[in-house]
């Protein structure tokens, strides 16, 4: 069955937890809450880099915009591959994937029949089909229009799937023995891609080079450090050392380090530096972490895929309504991003309920066809044997 094919990351999750109903709980007492927070957030961030760069583009200064890129996208790969250690099987890990790729083709479903509503309300035109749906489905996007955060969101995806895959088959293949040396060259090549290279980084395998240098370095940075803490010196030695070759660069080039979405977008060597400052205070905390208990924190990070759903459709939805807010920029920026974060914590319990009771139906349906089958091969044989 095709469903049958497409569900069985569901299906296989879903009998993992009947074996043992006890299971949520000793889960529950084992769950590491630091990553959880960590994660949570950095997807609340994902919400307040929208906010000011999305809606807030006009009326947020430059400066505070490109402060809320210090801690967001790269963190969530290093947190990735910091799980991916704590995996003890890759199978799963890659069940896991599959099941993101599932809640993906779902929401870009969902996203599908909201614009094909809106334009009903809105008396214009749709323009989009069925083959335009299929391309999302393949990260090929067209405009999504009214959904501006949406489609400016969605970029992340094959950059997460394509660094994810080869991350993991890389390292269940290879020998850990030379990790660290291989994330050196990796850093050494995104610096000469960086500042001499540029050409290279624009080859395109599924995604650019430069993308997937950038992010897979963080993804085995997350693999390598996630048994490290920091003490307090040594944060201070790193922070010091990122700092100063930010000051070396500045210095002798023209570049503004300041800067940091020209540097995101392709991922540059200066925006590697500025992330890196996330991961040293990541890992001093550390130290604390039994401090991290289940809260909103804790619920945006293991909710993180369905917070950035829902964030894509809540940031569209304050396009409209930042015109109506007349206050200066300080005022408006924590009432704007205030109002998004409820409006994507309310759509997180939408679109995770939405995909529950999705998965729910299409599992009863394919239990009855199976019955249906089940059934008939029965009446065959009893017809085979009869005619024997």
């Given at each position: ?9 569901e ?12 299971d949520y709980m ?5 769950r ?7 994660r ?19 009326y947020?200064?430059e400066?505070?915009?490109?402060l809320?890129?210090l801690?967001e ?9 910091w799980t ?5 099987s890759t199978?799963k890990?890659?069940i ?19 614009i094909?509503?809106w334009s ?9 089909s ?19 955060s949406v489609?400016?969101?969605l970029?992340?995806f094959p ?6 895959i080869?991350?993991?088959t ?11 040396l291989?994330?050196?060259?990796l850093?050494?090549a ?9 050409q290279?980084?624009?080859i ?7 993308f997937l240098i950038?992010?897979?370095?963080f ?44 540097f ?5 060597f ?23 208990k289940?809260?909103i ?11 950035f759903f ?8 304050l396009?409209?309504?930042v ?7 300080y ?7 205030i ?6 914590f ?7 309920y ?6 729910k ?20 044989t009893?017809?085979?044997e009869?005619?024997?």
């Amino acid at each position: 069955m095709l469903w049958y094919g497409i569900l069985l990351p569901e299906k296989y999750l879903l009998k993992k937890r009947m074996i043992n109903q006890g299971d949520y709980m000793k889960s529950d007492v084992k769950r590491n809450y630091y990553l959880d927070n960590i994660r949570g957030i950095a997807a609340i961030v994902i919400i307040l880099i929208h906010t000011s760069w999305h809606s807030g583009y006009q009326y947020v200064p430059e400066l505070i915009r490109n402060l809320t890129l210090l801690f967001e996208v790269p963190m969530f790969f290093f947190l990735a591959g910091w799980t991916l250690k704590y995996s003890k099987s890759t199978t799963k890990y890659i069940i896991k994937i599959l099941t993101i790729q599932l809640q993906y083709m779902f929401y870009i479903t969902l996203i599908f029949v909201l614009i094909f509503i809106w334009s009903i309300f809105r008396g214009v035109s749709f323009d989009l089909s069925g083959v335009d749906l299929i391309k999302w489905f393949f990260h090929n996007y067209t405009s999504m229009y009214p959904f501006i955060s949406v489609e400016a969101s969605l970029w992340f995806f094959p950059v997460y799937f394509i660094v994810t895959i080869t991350m993991v088959t890389f390292l269940t293949l290879n020998n850990k023995k030379y990790l660290k040396l291989f994330v050196s060259l990796l850093i050494i090549a995104l610096a000469l891609i960086s500042f001499k290279f540029n050409q290279i980084g624009d080859i395109n395998i599924f995604i650019s080079l430069n993308f997937l240098i950038f992010y897979s370095i963080f993804y085995l940075l997350g693999y390598l450090l996630s048994s490290i803490k920091l003490n307090l010196r040594q944060l201070i030695y790193g922070l010091s050392i990122v700092f100063a070759v930010l000051l070396t660069i500045s210095t002798t080039t023209d570049l503004n380090i300041f800067n940091l979405q020209l540097f995101k977008f392709p991922p540059h060597f200066i925006y590697l530096l500025w992330s890196l400052i996330g991961v040293l205070i990541v890992l001093y905390f550390k130290n604390y972490d039994y401090c991290f208990k289940k809260n909103i924190l804790s619920f945006f990070g293991q909710n993180a895929i369905y917070s950035f759903f829902a964030q894509g459709i809540s940031s569209s939805i304050l396009y409209k309504i930042v015109p109506y807010i007349n206050l200066d920029w300080y005022f408006k920026l924590p009432i704007c991003f205030i109002i998004n974060f409820i409006m994507a914590f309310i759509l997180i319990f939408v679109i995770k309920y939405s995909y529950n009771t999705f998965i729910k139906l299409i599992t009863i349906f394919n239990n009855r066809v199976d019955v249906i089958y089940k059934k008939l091969c029965h009446y065959k044989t009893e017809k085979t044997e009869d005619q024997l």
